[in-house]
């Protein structure tokens, strides 16, 4: 098994203490490729992923500082690609992945107001592009924001395709039981 694939393996399995090991490493290794070749987006792009998942890693390990700057960098690092290449939906989308995680940390540290100021602008982000495409992580991503900006009914219609897609990722399955979707929690 690849690091990468350790590190979203103990993601779904909830072993944060090994995720985080995993995924550091990720993050150390897509950061030696980038140093390697400093023009080369994909490198670049894949640490503002990293940087993602390592948040979550820490906010699951209640490391909330951590968890934040590990967001703070991924966000500095998406707004360099964004500009880099405007029009890439791929990039917007994982963009969208960083601005979720440094909402979540934001919202279990206490900073509400903050925390839905930042799912408003995945939001405004991923919308447009969970329409025009059939990508299942922009429709996750999309899923994610509408849950959270209390948009239940169109995150029903969401859920839906997901589950019928077979969908299965720990953290969409987490929010259909956390916000009582029952279009996609699981059968008892």
């Known amino acids: 098994m690849c690091i990468r694939d350790s590190c979203d393996t103990y993601s779904e399995l909830a072993q944060a203490d090994l995720q985080l090991e995993a ?25 503002m992923g990293d940087y993602a998942v390592v948040s979550k890693a820490y906010l699951s390990l209640k490391r909330f500082e951590e968890a934040l700057a590990a967001t703070n960098e991924g966000m500095r690092i998406g707004k360099l690609l964004i500009n880099w290449d405007t029009a890439n939906a791929n990039t917007k989308n994982e963009f969208v992945s960083i601005l979720l995680a440094k909402a979540r940390v934001l919202h279990t540290m206490g900073d509400l107001k903050q925390s839905q100021i930042i799912f408003k602008q995945a939001y405004d982000i991923v919308m447009p592009l969970a329409k025009d495409h059939e990508e299942i992580t922009y429709l996750n991503h999309a899923f994610i924001t509408l849950v959270h900006l209390g948009y239940t009914d169109e995150a029903r219609k969401i859920a839906t395709t997901l589950d019928l897609r077979g969908f299965k990722r720990r953290d969409f399955k987490d929010l259909c039981v956390e916000y009582t979707i029952q279009e996609c929690m699981e059968e008892n």
């Open 23 to 47: 995924c550091l490493a990720t993050l150390d290794l897509d950061k030696q490729l980038y140093e390697q070749n400093p023009d080369n987006y994909e490198y670049h792009k894949n640490m």
